[in-house]
């Protein structure tokens, strides 16, 4: 059958046809391969990041998951800082490299647009578009694309992938692509996440153990070192602990007390204890409570008690610390002190009526003494009238004394003159002859007697101090020449306790008494 024009037409229709199907579906094809090897490539990056815990290492894997995916090697990931205030680039590669820590603000260049709008931007010529970034380093860039990174209906951050070379773009079946895997993303970082708080809150707990431990530590040396009794009850009242002080006041040791009632309150204490273990349920706490306690020995003491209750986890009362301190000394002294103002409130008594009594008698001395001024007042007239007869009598005396001064004087050189002439030449053979040590030393005070007797010294000394006994005079004249205490008594034949009663005569007398001066030197100045 031979073939028309028109059949030749319907068959070049057809083939066309036939063309065009094969195009759209070699295009289909080409379409389900490329997303065959993008959802071979999540399932296998979802799986890569899935076993990835650290969060920085996590997201360099991220970056260049996406960038396998479209063929790139210029990326980037913001993170949202932790106010929201701005996002940080966390990571980069390619043309990225070099802005890792840079900052943009929501709506500033492509990751504060994505930020803002919670959706993906896609650029074909990033140099040209309004919402760049100033400056000449993006000038390179031409394709650019942003996905956000969102969890929880928040974004979180953005992936940016980027060309430099002109005729490269991003493809819609990209975009999806990446948006599926920014979800897989946001899954692995939020498990990052997960573990780095649970890491972090594993690592506060055992920080938070150590603490509690060094501060049991601390607590159960502070108890062990308390020098006041401590007991530590449960709820039973059985004791859960006694520190070393208890034992030693109260004479218990913790073998014997740990887990039992400790038996030591006397029966005539228990009704004001048994009123202060109920304040105390009621969550009251007990300060400085006196009462008394029994020690093994029997001996009852007087303790100030505190005591206050502690808690379990869940906040419900697990027991009390009670501390004790022993006040037995202070009672005693409180009680020695009430019976001292007892005794002090009568001896104030007393002495109210004995100053009664003396200013009954002051008084009477005051006008004893006013009627003495009276008579005072009339015996100085009565003086005033023998003053001028006793001063011509003065006169008249002054004469005879002068008188009398020129014959002691007169005497004194004959007494000299006798004693030089008829008495030193026999002690001089006296000393000359054999005598014994006594013999001798009485010679020799014989003649330093002789001499002083005819000194200035004895005449000064007499004068000035003619209230000296003769045995004084004899003690301070041996005193001058410089014998000792025992040195005099043997000479005088008198115990050196009677030598030293005469010689605070003497100082007495000569006004030394209260100085340190010393007698010998005073005596040898008289002499001057």
């Given amino acids: 059958m031979p073939v028309t024009p028109a059949d030749e037409i319907t068959q ?11 195009a759209r579906l070699r295009g289909e094809i080409s379409v389900l391969r490329r997303q065959n090897e993008h959802l071979a490539a999540l399932h296998e990056t979802a799986l890569g ?3 990835r815990l650290d969060k920085e290492e996590l997201l360099e894997a991220i970056l260049q998951r996406a960038a396998l995916l479209t063929d790139t090697a210029h990326g980037y990931i913001y993170l949202l800082e932790p106010d929201a205030s701005a996002m940080q680039m966390r990571v980069g590669m390619g043309f990225f490299k070099n802005q890792i820590g840079l900052r943009v603000c929501a709506g500033e260049g492509l990751g504060g647009k994505v930020w803002q709008s919670e959706t993906f931007l896609r650029i074909d010529d990033y140099r ?3 919402g760049r970034l100033a400056g000449k380093t993006f000038d390179s860039l031409r394709s650019i694309v942003g996905i956000p990174l969102k969890y929880r209906g928040r974004v979180e951050g953005v992936i940016g992938l980027a060309h430099v070379e002109a005729g490269k773009g991003f493809r819609d079946e990209d975009v999806a692509a990446l948006e599926r895997f920014a979800g897989l993303a946001t899954i692995a970082l939020d498990k990052a996440k997960l573990y780095a708080d649970a890491r972090w809150e594993l690592a506060e707990r055992r920080r938070a153990e150590e603490i509690l431990r060094k501060s049991e530590e601390r607590y159960r040396l502070l108890l062990e070192s308390s020098p006041d009794p401590i007991v530590v009850y449960n709820l039973q009242g059985e004791a859960a602990y006694v520190n070393p002080a208890f034992e030693q006041v109260f004479g218990l040791h913790r073998e014997e007390l740990i887990g039992k009632n400790i038996d030591f309150v006397p029966e005539e204490s228990w009704p004001e204890t048994r009123q202060a273990i109920e304040s105390m349920l009621s969550g009251r706490k007990i300060q400085l409570f006196e009462t008394k306690r029994l020690t093994r020995d029997g001996r009852l003491l007087d303790v100030q008690l505190s005591s206050t209750l502690y808690y379990d986890e869940e906040g419900n009362p697990a027991g009390n610390i009670v501390t004790l301190r022993d006040i037995s ?7 020695e002190l009430m019976m001292y103002h007892d005794q002090l409130g009568e001896l104030v008594a007393e002495r ?3 100053l009664a009594k003396a200013n009954a008698q002051l008084a009477q001395e005051v006008e004893d ?3 003495a001024e009276a008579e005072l007042r009339k015996r100085e007239k009565e003086l005033k009238a023998q003053s001028l007869h006793l001063e011509e009598v003065n006169t008249a005396l002054r004469v005879l004394l002068k008188q009398r001064e020129d014959d002691k004087k007169e005497l004194g050189d004959i007494v000299t003159s006798n004693v030089r002439e008829l008495i030193d030449p026999y002690l001089d053979r006296l000393k000359k002859g054999r005598l014994a040590t006594v013999q001798k030393t009485l010679v020799d005070i014989l003649e330093s007697n002789l001499n002083n007797i005819i000194s200035p010294f004895t005449i000064q000394l007499s004068a000035r101090l003619c209230n000296l006994t003769p045995t004084e005079i ?5 005193v001058k020449e410089g014998k ?8 005088l034949l008198l115990s050196k306790n009677t030598i030293l009663f005469h010689r605070h005569n003497i100082r007495s007398k000569l006004g030394l008494r209260k100085t340190k001066k010393n007698l010998r030197s005073h005596l040898l100045s008289v002499e001057k």
Avoid at 329 to 335: D, G, Y
Avoid at 474 to 478: G, K, P, S, T
């Fill in 49 to 51: 990041l899935i076993d």
């Fill in 484 to 491: 000792t205490n025992k040195e005099i008594a043997e000479l």
């Fill in 352 to 354: 109210t009526a004995e």
């Fill in 128 to 130: 040209a578009w309004n």
């Fill in 329 to 335: 000394a202070q009672k005693n002294a409180e009680r």
């Fill in 369 to 371: 003494r006013k009627r």
């Fill in 474 to 478: 004899r003690v301070a004249n041996l």
């Fill in 12 to 22: 070049q229709r057809t083939m066309q046809e036939a063309e065009g199907d094969l």
